[in-house]
Nanobody, 125 residues
Framework: QVQLVESGGGLVQAGGSLRLSCAASGGTFSMYAMGWFRQAPGKEREFVAAISWGAGSTNYADSVKGRFTISRDNAKNTLYLQMNSLKPEDTAVYYC??????????????????WGQGTQVTVSS
């Protein structure tokens, strides 16, 4: 059983940056593909970015490509999401998720087995 805890959310002005972290425990972190999803009020939870378990290949939603960077530190059992040039439409609760031996192409919620509780990101205009 993998436990995931997100942190790093907050309030930032448009154009600013935030770095989210997701601390994992209870499993062999390096064996899991990891993903970030987000959910805005009244909307479905949507894919943001993913990183594979092996070579660390990455995949991004078109809406964040070039602005967000997903990375992982297997020695620290931690996943990161560096978010630059933030826009008001990036406002959402951000969730990290884990998929055993998964791939970066996993962009659907059903592909992931474990989820964190989420962290709020609010971007003011």
């Amino acid at each position: 059983q993998v436990q995931l805890v997100e942190s790093g959310g907050g309030l930032v002005q448009a154009g600013g940056s935030l770095r989210l972290s997701c601390a994992a425990s209870g499993g062999t972190f390096s064996m899991y593909a990891m993903g970030w999803f987000r959910q805005a009020p009244g909307k479905e939870r949507e894919f943001v970015a993913a990183i594979s378990w092996g070579a660390g290949s990455t995949n991004y939603a078109d809406s964040v490509k070039g602005r967000f960077t997903i990375s992982r530190d297997n020695a620290k059992n931690t996943l990161y999401l560096q978010m630059n040039s933030l826009k008001p439409e990036d406002t959402a609760v951000y969730y990290c998720a884990a998929a055993f031996r998964g791939e970066a192409r996993y962009n659907s919620r059903s592909s992931y087995n474990y989820w964190g509780q989420g962290t709020q990101v609010t971007v003011s205009s």
